[in-house]
T-cell receptor
């Protein structure tokens, strides 16, 4: 079946611009996660959704970052007024409650802020 | 102290070797543990869960030591295809939040 998809795969933007990243989870997966991975680094947890609600937003780096999920499916991560330090790969993952915490990852969006 | 710590490596081993990675975690209330594998410029994929009694999947064995707060991954008879970064993953308090270690890089050479 279809896995987690993300778009765009690559995004180059200028400092100060806003960007929107999209994640389509595996159909039926109730939990959705966003992570950030900088070059050569581990994954940094940003936010997770259970259905449409986000009980844990503790990882969002600043108020320039926001995320939403609609219909218990698609999620968007928005970064306002991008900075060069926002450059990273943004990974989305989804999880089925019955597979406790096994997360299936999308291919990521590589964001470059010039 | 980081919540999850791993030796970054790299580990360079010949084919057929046995190699072991350790990972320590700081929260004693952590409830679930995993090893993920990440190939270069690819997304992470679940390798195996780690159970209290230890578990084995072919050439891979995972162990959990709650008293010392570490988990381990043993790879026997290493293959070239095992070359990757191995990520230790800990769920600190149940639910869905997970903490990833920075990863241990493994290079298996012919």
């Amino acid at each position: 079946g279809a896995g987690v998809s993300q778009s765009p795969s690559n995004k180059v933007t200028e400092k100060g611009k806003d960007v929107e990243l999209r994640c389509d989870p595996i159909s039926g997966h109730t939990a959705l996660y966003w992570y950030r991975q900088s070059l050569g680094q581990g994954l940094e947890f940003l936010i997770y959704f259970q259905g449409n609600s986000a009980p844990d937003k503790s990882g969002l780096p600043s108020d320039r970052f926001s995320a939403e999920r609609t219909g218990g499916s698609v999620s968007t991560l928005t970064i306002q007024r991008t900075q060069q330090e926002d450059s990273a790969v943004y990974l989305c993952a989804s999880s089925d409650q019955s597979s406790y915490n096994e997360q299936f990852f999308g291919p990521g969006t590589r964001l470059t802020v010039l | 102290r980081k919540e999850v710590e791993q030796d970054p490596g790299p580990f360079n081993v010949p084919e057929g070797a046995t190699v072991a990675f350790n990972c320590t975690y700081s929260n004693s209330a952590s409830q679930s543990f995993f090893w993920y594998r990440q190939d270069c410029r690819k997304e992470p994929k679940l390798l195996m869960s780690v159970y209290s009694s230890g578990n084995e999947d072919g050439r891979f064995t995972a162990q959990l030591n709650r008293a010392s707060q570490y988990i381990s991954l043993l790879i026997r008879d290493s293959k070239l295809s095992d070359s990757a970064t191995y990520l230790c993953v800990v769920n600190p308090a149940g639910g869905f939040k997970t903490i990833f270690g920075a990863g241990t890089r493994l290079f298996v050479k012919a």
